[in-house]
C-alpha cells in the first residue's frame, strides 16, 4: 500500500530535549515536505527537499532541522524544543505536479 | 510569495449545496488544489484546477477565475460525512504549496 508513514502518532516531551520525528515514504517520490498545523493558521511548510541532500527552508523553519540522506527518508528534527513549537505536524511527498500525499500526522507536546 | 483566503466557517444541512470561496495572491500562479481533512487527520486530496473554469468530480466541482484570482470549491448533496476542514492550496513552483488557513464546513441534519 502506498502511504507516508509518520512517527511516532503523539509525543509529549519537555523543554531543551532532543527530538526526531521520522518521515518515509514507499512511493519512490523525489519531493518530501513537512508542515506544522496550529488552530486558526492552517498548514504551514516547515521545510522541503525536492531530492536526496537537497532540502531548503519553508515559510517556519526557525528551530527545525531536517536531513535527507535516502530518498524514502525525510526526518524533522528538533534540536532544543521549546513550548511554541506544540503542534500537529504533517509529512507529505509527491513526484512532479501530483498531489501531495500526506501521513498521519504526529501531535507533539513540549511542555 | 503565496497568500490565500477563504472564509473561517460554513454551515449547511444534509442534502444542500455549499460553495467554499478562495481567493489568492501569488507572485506567480501554478493552479488552485483542494484538500478534505477530517479531526486532524491526514489531509486528502480533492481536485485542482490549472486553468479557468469548472473541474467537476462526482459530487464535489472546484471552478477557477485567474483574471479574479478567485476559486471556489462546490460541494453538492451534502451528507454528514462532508462535515471536515477544507484548505485551498497554490503551488509556489515546484518547491512549495502555500494553503489557506482553512475553512471548517459544518453539516447538520
Known amino acids: 500500500e502506498a502511504q507516508v508513514t509518520q512517527n511516532p502518532r503523539y509525543l509529549i516531551t519537555v523543554t531543551g530535549k532532543k527530538l526526531t520525528v521520522t518521515c518515509s515514504q514507499n512511493?519512490?517520490?523525489?519531493?518530501m515536505s513537512w508542515y506544522r498545523q496550529d488552530p486558526g493558521l492552517g498548514l504551514r511548510q516547515i521545510y522541503y527537499?525536492?531530492?536526496?541532500?537537497?532540502?531548503d527552508k519553508g515559510d517556519v523553519p526557525e528551530g527545525y532541522k531536517v536531513s535527507r540522506k535516502e530518498k524514502r527518508n525525510f526526518p524533522l528534527i528538533l534540536e532544543s524544543p521549546s513550548p511554541n513549537q506544540t503542534s500537529l505536524y504533517f509529512c507529505?511527498?509527491?513526484?512532479?505536479?501530483?498531489?501531495?500525499?500526506f501521513g498521519n500526522g504526529t501531535r507533539l507536546t513540549v511542555t | 510569495g503565496q497568500s490565500l483566503e477563504q472564509p473561517s466557517e460554513v454551515t449547511a444541512v444534509e442534502g444542500a449545496i455549499v460553495q467554499i470561496n478562495c481567493t489568492y495572491q501569488?507572485?506567480?500562479?501554478?493552479?488552485l488544489s483542494w484538500y478534505q481533512q477530517h479531526d486532524g487527520g491526514a489531509p486528502t486530496f480533492l481536485s485542482y484546477?490549472?486553468?479557468?473554469g469548472l473541474e467537476e468530480t462526482g459530487r464535489f466541482s472546484s471552478f477557477l477565475s485567474r483574471s479574479d484570482s478567485y476559486g471556489y470549491l462546490l460541494l453538492q448533496e451534502l451528507q454528514m460525512k462532508d462535515s471536515a476542514s477544507y484548505f485551498c492550496?497554490?503551488?509556489?513552483?515546484?518547491?512549495?504549496?502555500?494553503f489557506g488557513k482553512g475553512t471548517m464546513l459544518l453539516v447538520s441534519p
Open positions: 484546477n490549472a486553468l479557468d
Open positions: 501569488t507572485s506567480g500562479f501554478y493552479g
Open positions: 492550496a497554490a503551488p509556489g513552483g515546484y518547491s512549495t504549496l502555500t
Open positions: 507529505a511527498s509527491t513526484r512532479g505536479n501530483s498531489p501531495l500525499h
Open positions: 512511493m519512490n517520490h523525489e519531493y
Open positions: 527537499s525536492m531530492n536526496v541532500e537537497v532540502t
